[in-house]
């Protein structure tokens, strides 16, 4: 068992804050049930008769902070399971499985494989109580870049590692926009009215936010019914197992035809959010003190309440990446007023939860913070401090000024794919937060806006729910290491150390880590260096170390995940090299040199490409095979899959927001990415050859013709089974890029990209200057 974990966590030193303005939030199903519902969860995840090995119990909640509680006792025969929730048994069986039998479960699979007999614990057993109230989880992205295709198999699978992992507050957005219709209907709005006011499926994250509309739609009506048939389904399984369900509230965005309707409707246009054109941007946003708004917005809750019932929290952010029209306190202290108005006039009970991360904004002082969350009674607000583990809020706004708050790891933008984490903010952070002076926090939670990446990151963070301290990260990786592959190796050991020692754990504060990645990144002479903030020749010794590995391991099918997802970051790290030698032999004018490094360039893509295809996890046939599967005929096919493949490009109709959501999959590889850099490559040779000057603009409208818009467009079938082995490619690469990882190039890459447009030009230098040594040379291929 770990012993960087206490038997008994009931004595924590934290600040723990009492809201009793809360304390009718608590989960709406019975203790039977929450029971039952724990008791079939263990049965779906290890089979009925190793299940009757778990007996679970659970009994009313005690505790004044309502935190929750499990027991466990064990005779090595039956494990008993007592939690003070359905959700706190799901935590204590996922607890006794990684503590004491070496297992895990994830996004990407499951090593389950239990000893016999089982560990014992001797009575009166191991009792732990979470440091905090409420374990949070989705942003409201997340709905979009992940889970948008998503039927009820998968989401049943994702809610029991929800459990498993102590969730019990969760967003629950799906099939939100049939609830709207019926609101609009019921005010006199036509489909018509409607069609463009939503996105498509892939994009309706934003058009509820109000950051545009209309931009993949128009909507199928079979869409919103199969979204709230999946919505009651998932509400009965998260009630059933204790969570407290987040349904969403009104936040002013209204259709574009309102004053077709109400022609004295106080609406203004918000501004241009992503550079989309007047079709698709300034959504309307409805005056807080238009009695409009308050009718719509109670409304609305009503009518949620009617199809689904209500666990009293909604969730409604006004100002995502908008500015306000006015700065005036006085304004937005009304703006904040309304939206609760709106909520309590047809719930009295209800609580407001909204993101934070709008206060990210130059735009909001400590004078328009106060304002807008002070309009609300303390306690009947709960602020996401939504990106705590980089750029905290609450330690600059004396903790939301008493709102309780829940600290936030974000991590992931766009749901790319980079291998990334910030391991010791994350340590350390929510301790910091509950410490802090006059603390208000109430909980931790996950608001990734795309999750299928860095599952180490987020296995950590879950722990935080009990850990009693920060954790030594050294023994901890270890541990992860062994439970992930179900038996210790020490190139494993040695592959999580390296990695934990440097890309998963970046400690400058970096907003985005997957800004000017090479290969996703649109080329561009002139464009920064990716971003680098730690040494590239440990993620390589990471993946030797890995590729060690696999002859013991090579069964185990998360070792499998991980062998591919560490040869990708590595390959996509080299390809930098190739990219820097691309824009130096073409400012040289050197042909030759152009032509090796741009044959170099596009075969690492393809290489890159055929190491992806051996993991069903890395394709973009499944991505797009779900999509379609959720059309009724081959129009509403044909909308879903340009949804998908539009979102993962060009975002936009011309690129608006490209390569945000950029994924490294076969396929998408080979289809999209490797067409656009051979058309850079091509354009720079032509340039060469013709004694032309390389256009950036000419470039891009080429490029956005030819390989970006087709993309969207384009039906043709992608395999959606794996090909190939992935530890025998995983060797094959590994040994021939090994001389290109050597290079001292690597050595100043974290330096050069810390400089941006001057680092950029530091590497180029280095390159030109060091032509014609054996280590620069890029003719490795030839």
């Not at 607890?95 to 016999?116: I, M, N, S, V």
């Not at 591919?564 to 004018?589: H, P």
């Amino acid at each position: 068992m770990r012993s960087c974990l206490m038997l008994s966590l009931f004595s924590l030193a934290s600040a723990i804050s009492d809201f009793p303005a809360l304390d009718h939030i608590r989960p709406s199903s019975s203790l039977f049930d929450q029971q039952q519902a724990a008791t079939d969860l263990i049965v779906r995840r290890l089979g009925a008769d190793r299940a009757k090995q778990f007996t679970v119990k659970v009994v009313p909640n005690a505790d004044p902070q309502h935190r929750d509680t499990f027991t466990l006792i064990s005779d090595g025969n039956l494990v008993s399971i007592t939690g003070t929730s359905g959700v706190a048994a799901s935590m204590g069986f996922y607890f006794y499985l990684k503590t004491y039998c070496g297992c895990q479960f994830t996004w990407a699979g499951e090593q389950l494989d239990l000893p016999h007999p089982l560990p014992v614990i001797v009575k009166p057993g191991v009792s732990i109580t979470t440091n905090d109230r409420f374990r949070y989880y989705q942003n409201v992205c997340t709905v979009s870049y992940s889970s948008v295709w998503w039927t009820w198999e998968r989401w049943e699978r994702h809610i029991d590692w929800m459990a498993m992992n102590g969730i019990n507050l969760p967003l629950a957005f799906t099939g939100q926009e049939a609830m709207f219709q019926k609101v609009y209907m019921k005010l006199g709005f036509t489909e018509d009215d409607l069609s463009m006011h939503w996105g498509g499926p892939a994009f309706l994250a934003w058009a509820r936010m109000g950051n545009m509309h209309g931009w993949g739609g128009p909507l199928p009506q079979s869409w919103m019914s199969g979204q709230l048939a999946l919505q009651h389904r998932i509400l009965n399984r998260t009630r059933g197992l204790g969570m407290i369900p987040v349904l969403p509230g009104f936040a002013g965005h209204v259709p574009l035809n309102i004053t077709r309707l109400y022609p004295n409707a106080n609406v203004s246009r918000l501004g241009d959010w992503g550079h989309f054109n007047s079709t698709y941007c300034c959504t309307y946003l409805l005056d807080f003190t238009d009695p409009l708004y308050n009718k719509i917005g109670s409304l609305l809750v009503q009518t949620m309440q009617e199809e689904f019932g209500t666990d009293h929290v909604y969730n409604a952010d006004s100002f995502n990446e908008m500015s306000p029209r006015s700065s005036d306190p006085s304004y937005l202290h009304l703006a904040g007023k309304a939206t609760y108005k709106a909520m309590t006039d047809a719930d009295p009970d209800a609580i407001w939860l909204m993101q934070g991360w709008l206060f990210q904004s130059g735009f909001w002082q400590q004078e328009q913070i106060q304002a807008y969350l002070t309009a609300v009674p303390q306690g009947k607000m709960i602020v996401l401090d939504l990106f705590a583990e980089t750029s905290p809020i609450y330690s600059r706004t004396k903790s939301f000024y008493g709102q309780p708050f829940i600290w936030c790891m974000l991590h992931d933008f766009g749901g790319t794919m980079e291998l990334f984490g910030t391991m010791d903010s994350i340590n350390k952070g929510p301790f910091l937060g509950r410490h802090f002076e006059g603390s208000s926090m109430i909980g931790t939670g996950l608001t990734p806006e795309g999750i299928f990446q860095n599952e180490v990151v987020y296995e950590f963070m879950n722990e935080n729910a009990y850990a009693p301290a920060p954790r030594n990260l050294t023994q901890w990786f270890s541990e992860f290491a062994r439970n992930r592959y179900g038996q210790y190796n020490s190139d494993a050991d040695q592959t999580w150390q390296l990695l934990r020692q440097s890309v998963l754990n970046n400690t400058d504060k970096l907003r985005d880590h997957s800004k000017f990645v090479v290969p996703t990144s649109r080329p561009n002479i002139k464009e920064h260096l990716p971003d680098v903030w730690y040494d590239p020749k440990k993620l390589y010794m990471a993946w030797k170390h890995l590729v060690a590995a696999s002859e013991s391991l090579r069964n185990n099918t998360l070792f499998r995940y991980d062998l591919v997802d560490v040869g990708r970051n590595s390959l996509q790290m080299i390809s930098v090299k190739f990219y820097i030698e691309m824009v130096a032999a073409y400012k040289a004018k050197s042909v030759d040199r152009l032509k090796s490094a741009g044959e170099a360039m596009l075969k690492i893509l393809n290489d890159l490409d055929q190491l992806l295809g051996t993991d069903h996890h890395f394709l973009l046939g499944p991505w797009i095979e779900d999509a379609r599967a959720w059309g009724t005929n081959e129009a509403e096919k044909n909308l879903m899959e340009f949804n998908a493949r539009n979102q993962v490009t060009l975002w936009g109709p011309t690129g608006q927001i490209r390569d945000y959501a950029a994924k490294q999959w076969s396929f998408l590889i080979s289809g999209y990415y490797a067409p656009r850099w051979k058309t850079f490559y091509e354009t720079l040779m032509k340039c060469l050859n013709e004694g032309t000057k390389y256009n950036q603009t000419a470039f891009q409208e080429i490029v956005l013709e030819t390989v970006e818009q087709p993309f969207s467009y384009d039906r043709t079938p992608v395999p959606v089974q794996p090909r190939g082995d992935a530890v025998v490619l995983s060797r094959t690469l590994y040994q021939q890029y090994q001389p290109v990882m050597q290079s001292s190039f690597y050595d100043s890459l974290e330096g050069w990209a810390g400089k941006g447009s001057e680092g950029f030009t530091m590497a180029i230098n280095w390159l030109q200057e060091r032509w014609g040594d054996t280590e620069v040379r890029v003719s490795l291929f030839n």
